[in-house]
């Protein structure tokens, strides 16, 4: 896997965690809204999306390709993109050392999946459905991962915001 992707899937976690750890467990659980996600809600949908990218990218090594404009789709904030039942975080409470740790553990696994894989290029001839983008090639998986936790990193600081505001 190319070192430009591995940089933004470091870059943007250390920013996650950044945003996740200088707050209180109160209000890293508070909502700003009954209806809205908690900040911790959002970093548990988070550590699901990779899971579920990392099962993604695996069963997709048996597919075809089909390329997409991610990063178009997943920074326009002002399209909401309505998450699937598996990767809808908990209720909570929740707690920050807890979630970074899964956050970790996540990230390890796929890491370690990754450097398993011998010729990477397969990543750019395989595909697999994707419930927000459709037929993704299995390198913008990789792609969607990073972006769609800066996605929520700006929604995290807008909760923050929220919450001071009360």
């Known amino acids: 896997m190319n070192q430009l992707v591995n940089g933004h899937l470091e870059k943007t976690r250390k920013d996650l965690v950044k945003e996740m750890t200088s707050l209180s467990e109160a209000q890293f ?3 700003a809204d009954v209806y809205k996600w908690s ?3 959002v970093c548990h949908h988070l550590v699901l999306v990779e ?3 990392l099962k993604a990218i695996t069963w997709g090594l048996k597919g075809s390709n089909s390329r997409k404009n991610v990063p ?3 920074l326009d904030r002002t399209k909401k993109i309505i998450a699937p039942k598996i990767v809808e975080p908990d209720k909570g409470p929740f707690e920050v050392e807890q979630v970074v740790n899964w956050l970790n553990d996540s990230r390890e696994k796929l ?3 990754l450097s398993t894989i011998e010729d990477k290029s397969i990543l750019a001839e395989k595909s697999m459905k994707h419930p927000a983008l459709g ?3 299995l390198d913008q998986w990789i792609e969607q991962i ?3 936790e800066q996605r929520h990193i700006e929604q995290i600081k807008e909760i923050k915001l929220l919450l001071d505001a009360r």
């Open 29 to 31: 659980n508070s909502k």
């Open 39 to 41: 900040i911790a809600q």
């Open 51 to 53: 899971k579920a990218s």
């Open 72 to 74: 178009l789709v997943l």
């Open 111 to 113: 890491m370690n999946f």
């Open 135 to 137: 037929e993704l090639p």
């Open 146 to 148: 990073y972006l769609h």
